[in-house]
Structures are given as C-alpha cells and as structure tokens.
C-alpha cells in the first residue's frame, strides 16, 4: 500500500472521529501534533487557528482533533506525513490505528474510460486499484452484473462488439466489507471507417480498436506567404498523441492536431501524414497533398450560379421546390467568374451569465469555435461574451466601422432572443424579467445600417429562439431594406420555435453550431452550405421535429464564405480598417520583472476573446538558496470579472481558458495563469500587483515581494464600449432602434481612421503580444489563436462548454431529448 499517495481528505468520517477522540487530550495529543506538522511550512498554524481549535472544547459535540484534521486536509496533508508525525510525538496507538486503517483503504488509481467503436470490434475498459491484498472486481452493464470471464478482472473485454453491448458501464472494486465504485464509462458505435479490425491484434488505419480517426486532412492549393493549415482528430483511450510528417521526414516541432505553417515557399509543397498513437494502438491519416503556386484560387467553372427573378440567364442551376422548369431559361455557361470580398469582417457576440434569466452554458464554446472557423478563411473576428444593452449597441457600432463597400459582414449571435411581427431581437444580459423590444437588439435594424455600406455579403446567423414575446406589442419598422440581392438569414429553428443545446457529460454545445462547424468551410455558395446544415440536422433523430434550420437569402451570386480577398481597387480603406481591427486586438507586452530576492519573473499575455485575456507568470531565474517561488496575481480592479478561485492556476485548463499551450510557455516550465473577464467594462488603464512568493533554503517561513503593474487598455477595453454613443435623429417607432446611433468623433476606431468617411439558448424573455507594424492578416494579429485542441479537453476536470459534440456523434441516436435544454425565461 502506497501511503504517500493518499491524503487525509480520503479518510471516512468514522474513521477521523476516532482519531480525533485518540488526539483530544493534553499530553500526547493535537497541540504536540500541530508543533510536530509545523515542520512544513504549509501545514503551520497560526495563533487564532490554534485558539479556534482549543474553543471548540466549549460546544459539547467540539473537537480540537478533529478541527486540526480538518485543517490538515484542506492543505492536503498526506496520510503518509500524518503517520510520520503521530511517530515522531510518540502516540504510538494513533499511529497503529492509522496504519491498520490505511492498509484496508481502497484506492482506484485508473478509471474506465468512455470508448466509442465500430460493430465487431474490440473495447476494453480498464479498472485498477491498489489496497489490501485480495481485491475483487466486479463489472456492471447499467445494474446488470456482467457473468463473462473478464467481469471479474480489472480488465473487462468486449469482444466482438454487438448492439448489446452499448450502454454504461461500472466497476465494483472490494475487500471483505469495505468497496467503492469506479466512474462510469460509456460505450457507444460508430460508424466503420474501414475494414474492421475484429478482435485480432492487427490494427488498421482508421479503425483500429480503442484508437479512432475522426478527421482526415485535406489536400489543397496555396500561394508563396498564404498559411498552410492541416487537421487531423483522432478518439482514443489513452487519448492519442499526434506526429506529422512532410514527405515521409518527421516534423519534430509539430505534435500536435492541427499542423499550422505561416508564410508557406515551394519547399513546403508535398506530401503530409499525420501518425496517431498512443501506449497501445496507432493509425496514420491519409495523404494530404500541398501544392504550392502564385495564385491560391484557380479559375474554375462555378458549379451554381442564382439570379434574381428579372435576370434572363441561369448557369446549371437547378430547381428548388415549388417552381416550375420552364421558369428557368438554360443558355450556354458564360466564362467562368470568382467572386472576392475587399474584405471580412465577423462581430460574435455570445450571452451566457444573464442577471434576470437562464443562465446558458454553450454561447462559449459555440463562439469560440467559430471564430477559430472564421479566422481561417480571413475573417477579422471581434468575438464577445456577456453583453449588456450599452455594451452591444457600442459593439454594432464598432463592428459597422468596420465595413465598406464589397466587404463581408457577418453577425452571429448565441444568447436569448425572439420574433415578433418578422423583426428579430437579441437580448442583452442585463435586459429586465418582462422585457420588451425597448431592451434589445433589432436585428433588422443592424441590416439596414450593414447596407448603407454597400457591403459585397451579409450574412446574419441567429442562433437563438424565435417564440414571440408576449409581453411585447410594439410592432417595430426598422428602415427600408434596399434590393441589394446579398443577404442571408441563417436561423437556427423555425419561426415560433425554441433552439436548443445540448449538456451532457463532456459535451456542451448549441445544436446549431455542432452541424454548421462541419460545412462552413466548405467552398460552396453560403445558401448551399446552409442548405447541407439543414440536412444535416433533418437526419438527427433529437433535433427532428423539435429544432430546423430555417434560411432565408435573396443572395443571387455565388458569393462563399471562403472567397478571397483582393485589396487592389481600394487598398486605402482596406489598410485603414486593418487599422481599425488591430487597435481593438492590441496585448500589453510581455515583461521580464527583476524582483529584489534576485528572482526574475515573465509576465505574459494572450487572448482568448476579444474580451477575455489571460496573463500567465513564469519563473526563470531564482538564486540557489531559494528553494521554491511562485508569482502571483492580486489586486485587479472592480471593472473586470475575475474568478478568484480559479485565477493563478497551474493549468490553463484549471483556469478555465479555451487557450491550449501550444502558443505559450512550454509545459514543462510552471506556469500560473488567470483569466479576466468582461474587458468592455474597463473604464481606466489595467492593474494589478505581482505577489512573488518564496522560501529560502535556511528559513522555514515563507517571504513575499510585491511589485505593482499597470499594462494599459488591452484587447477591446480600448473602445470604451461602457460609453453611450451620441444619437442621431430615428424612427418613433423604435426610439431605441440602432438608427439611433452613429459613430462618434471620438471614437477609438474613427479616431484612427474610416475607411468609408471587429456574437442554451436561445429563447425569449425569460497570446504573447504582438505589433501593429504589419496588420495584414486577421489571424496572425492575435496570436496565440483561439485553436481547439483534444488533449487540453480530454482532462478530468471541464470547463462545462469547452467540448464540442463529437463529428462521430452528429447522428448518435443514443442522445435523449432529456440531454437537450431549451430557454424560456417566462
């Protein structure tokens, strides 16, 4: 039995209270072990700690034992220091007691996994634990115990895999009277991405038992400085590890999913593999092809062109439901032609932590997953969370700066909303129980500015409910939308419907979002990309009847998400809002702090919304005779949203960051990282105070340093979007329509320069910093991006909407509608 890896947490309470009644006298009891504990700084008390102990004598069930063990435990005090202590001060019947005890205990030191595999194949879930000799394993289906020869082993064997065996299952480990359960672990099918492995020891590519590849990478053309980008995924238990290689020669700085290269040359044209693996299996991706020339689109012949209804000319379009083939005239296809954006432009908005309504869990994770999306097809992306009525009207504001002719706005918002009379409204986070449109976010009115700006492309994707608001019954006119034939409306359901997410176990996303991450890179015309979502949806068995994308368009071109962009005709105003978008994505600086002690601290900065940053401290250097430090962060001011317990955290993760630590410091040198939050509210420049905490080798009391940092406005607190902007005369009708407002003289992107004069659901009421030197490219201005990444997910402890529904779940009919929530605030 291994003490040391047990705490004093793991003790039964039965078993501290008489431990506790062997410390409660004066002699040998808890003062000599609070001296004795005392040699580790951490376990030290202080004086009002001691006295609360002694008090507890007054209250007639008080213990100054069992006060002190719990003191011990909140420390994690481990049992094995315990028993060296209760050693050291001679009692010498807590220390066999202890002895005895800890050698029955139970200690689960592997858990089983949730696996999913094809029919016919093999799945083994592993259970160990380590206790006294003679442990016995019992495997259960449910409440069914498993008779078979391996559902009494640590290891229990699938094999070959049959429908039967779907479902949860859990592992009993014990020891006379004395046992404890495992987790649970789900085993779930998929569909077979190749020959079957069965239950042989031969594993082939892509369907290997235990090691699934989930996403293959592509082939594709690019040009001399354009960032190549390949992806690859893979399910797996352990979870895989991840090595690419470039014509058969490994790439020794590339292990993880995605392989990113900035600023591609002809010796990057090739052949790239992937190889997946883990201790027991490995699978290779297939071949994607990099072909490297001077131009990154080719002239192609569109597969489908639409015209408006007075045009006399349609190229291979084909019929859509409802009208007649003689209204479609077929001529030969004219020359081919591609469509181009001056630019892109995405404002996200994503409201989760509403004051008066349902708190949601996905806008998150579905907004930080489709700015990783946007950014690789070069779109400027200002992603928000948590907006307040002020907050969004500033945001749009901001976001229509933004835009110019031939431009490509896109607008996404995740949060609470309805319909009324047509008109669709976003909720803000601080909107009241009984809300009206007075409240909210006209999002036709957001249309009508978005054309003023002659923009080549608006996309608006609603994700949201659409049920009317009874509470509401002014019938809203926003302004006249002209006959542009460059609009669409991606809804996430049906009008007088409800949009729903999904929360359950690992997976934490809107619906909506899970099926359009899969197609909206696709090359192909925005209407016929959503179009495919649709469908996709229509084949899941928890959305049908219950959740339907709805799209509305009169886009009568080609025009793709994925169209490029060229500069040529108005390189003026594409530099000024490159501009405009790099002032709202501006880190502080990283810094080297020289402390007094002779420790030097790294303080630094990276991104993870357009409002949210997340400073990280590292040690690199400290004198000999200090034998352990750490810097942390305190003091931030009122504005921002800092979670106090999950700031100066050893993990990214553990502070609750989407960020992975591909871009940041190496994990093998520690790290403390704090996330803030709601930087739009920062209404003066960003401090704090750095606590440098250490201990000389020669001294067991701990000695702190302070040194306080102002960083500036970083990200978007620069635009003070907590300020009203002046109005501007507006319909009776909507008193507070977006009409109502207009850029002011001050603000922070005009101040810059125009270059026309950077969002569960969804219901109704109810990285280092960089420079501004070169601002060309939305996706290396903010770097690290906001990448996804399996491992940092597959750890036990979850930020709830860090997942995404699995691509191999998309169509998993073992998904209840009692996993899906919906969101009235009525």
């Known amino acids: 039995m291994e003490e040391c890896k047990l705490s004093i947490g793991t003790l039964s309470e039965q078993v501290l209270i008489r431990l506790a009644k062997m410390l409660d006298n004066s002699t040998c009891g808890w003062r000599q072990l609070s001296n004795a504990v005392s040699e580790q700084a951490k376990f030290r008390c202080s004086e009002s700690e001691l006295t609360s102990c002694s008090l507890q004598v007054l209250s007639a069930a008080g213990s100054p034992g069992r006060t002190l063990l719990a003191r011990l435990a909140d420390r994690s005090c481990s049992l094995d220091f315990l028993l060296h202590c209760l050693r050291k001060i001679g009692h010498q019947e807590a220390a066999q007691y ?58 229990l064997v699938l094999c070959p895999l049959a429908p039967v065996h779907q479902g949860p299952y859990i592992c009993r480990v014990h020891h006379g009277g004395n046992f404890i359960f495992s987790q649970w672990a789900h085993v779930r099918f998929v569909q077979s ?14 369907s290997a038992s235990g090691l699934h590849i989930i996403l293959q990478p592509r082939s594709q053309a690019v040009s001399e400085g354009d960032t190549l980008f390949l992806e690859c995924s893979a399910e797996a238990n352990p979870p895989a590890q991840y090595e690419w290689y470039h014509n058969t020669v490994p790439m020794a700085k590339h292990k993880m999913r995605s392989l990113k290269i900035p600023c591609v040359t002809t010796a990057h044209r090739g052949q790239y593999r992937c190889k997946m693996f883990n201790l027991y299996h490995e699978a290779w991706s297939d ?55 001056t630019d892109k432009v995405a404002l996200l908005i994503g409201n989760m932590n509403y004051l008066y309504h349902t708190q949601l869990c996905a806008p998150i994770a579905d907004v930080h997953e489709l700015t990783n999306q946007l950014r690789q097809m070069d779109f400027k992306v200002v992603s928000l969370l948590d907006l307040n009525w002020q907050e969004m009207h500033s945001a749009v504001t901001e976001f229509l700066l933004l835009l110019d002719k031939g431009v490509y706005g896109l607008l996404y918002f995740a949060g609470h909303g309805y319909e009324n009379y047509g008109n669709s409204f976003m909720v803000p986070i601080d909107a009241p129980a009984s809300y009206t449109s007075e409240h909210c976010l006209c999002v036709q009115n957001i249309l009508t500015r978005m054309q003023e700006k002659e923009t ?95 799209l509305r368009s009169n886009l009568s071109e080609r025009r793709s998400l994925t169209d490029q962009i060229q500069t040529s005709e108005c390189s003026a105003s594409h530099s000024a809002r490159n501009l405009q978008w790099t002032v709202a994505h501006v880190l502080p600086k990283s810094l080297c702090l020289q402390f007094d002690c002779g420790v030097k601290v790294q303080l630094g900065f990276a991104a993870e919304f357009s409002n949210v940053m997340v400073i990280y401290t590292r040690i690199l ?34 502070a609750g960051s989407l960020l992975i630590n591909e871009n940041l410091p190496s994990p093998e040198v520690p790290s403390l990282y704090t996330r803030i939050r709601c930087l739009q509210r920062l209404r003066r420049e960003l401090t704090f105070t750095i606590c440098l905490h250490y201990t000389y080798s020669n001294m067991d009391d701990e000695v702190q340093e302070r040194k306080p940092m102002t960083v500036g406005k970083p990200l978007v607190s620069k635009l003070n979007l907590h300020e009203p902007r002046a109005p501007r005369a507006c319909s009776a009708s909507s008193s507070l329509s977006l009409d109502a407002f207009k850029v002011p003289e001050g603000s922070s992107f005009a101040s810059v320069g125009s270059a026309s004069s950077s969002w569960t659901y969804r219901a109704q009421t109810g990285r280092e910093s960089f420079t501004t030197d070169s601002p060309t490219s939305s996706r290396s201005a903010n770097i690290p991006e906001e990448t996804d990444s399996p491992e940092l997910f597959e750890a036990p402890q979850l930020l709830v909407a860090s997942k995404s529904l699995p691509h191999s779940q998309v169509n998993d009919t073992n998904y209840t509608f009692s996993d899906m929530y919906n969101f009235h605030s009525y």
């Open 98 to 155: 202890l002895t005895t005890t800890v050698s029955e205990l139970i200690q689960i030191t592997v858990q089983p996994q949730t696996q999913r595999a094809t029919v016919g194949g093999r799945v083994v879930l592993t259970c160990r634990a380590f206790g006294p000799p003679g442990l016995s394993y019992q495997w259960f289906r449910g409440k069914e115990e498993i008779l078979d020869e391996t559902g009494s082993t640590p290891e």
């Open 193 to 206: 991405a190749g020959p079957s492995s069965g239950c042989s020891s031969s594993l082939f590519p892509g």
């Open 287 to 341: 071949t994607a092809t990099v072909t490297i020339g001077p131009n990154s689109i080719t002239d192609a012949s569109w597969v489908e062109v639409d015209r408006g209804s007075d045009s006399q000319e349609v190229h291979r379009s084909t019929c859509r439901p409802g009208i007649h083939p003689l209204q479609q005239m077929v001529n030969p296809p004219p020359s081919a032609r591609n469509f181009y954006a």
């Open 456 to 550: 080549g492309l608006n996309v608006l994707l609603l994700d949201m409910c659409r049920k009317r608001n009874l509470n509401d019954d002014i019938i809203v006119q926003p302004g006249l939308l002209k006959v542009t034939a460059n609009i669409v409306f991606g809804y996430a359901t049906c009008v007088d419907a409800e949009a729903y997410e999904v929360k359950r176990e690992d997976v934490s996303n809107g619906i909506f979002i899970n099926f359009l991450k899969r197609r909206v890179c696709v090359d192909e015309k925005v209407t016929v990309m959503l179009d495919r979502v649709a469908e996709d949806m229509g084949r899941c068995e928890i959305t049908r009847g219950r959740q339907a994308l709805e």
């Open 621 to 654: 250097e400290k004198p000999k005779e200090i034998v352990s430090c750490c810097a942390q962060l305190i003091d931030f001011p009122e504005d921002v949203d800092i979670d106090l317990k999950r700031s100066n955290q050893e993990t990214l993760l553990e």
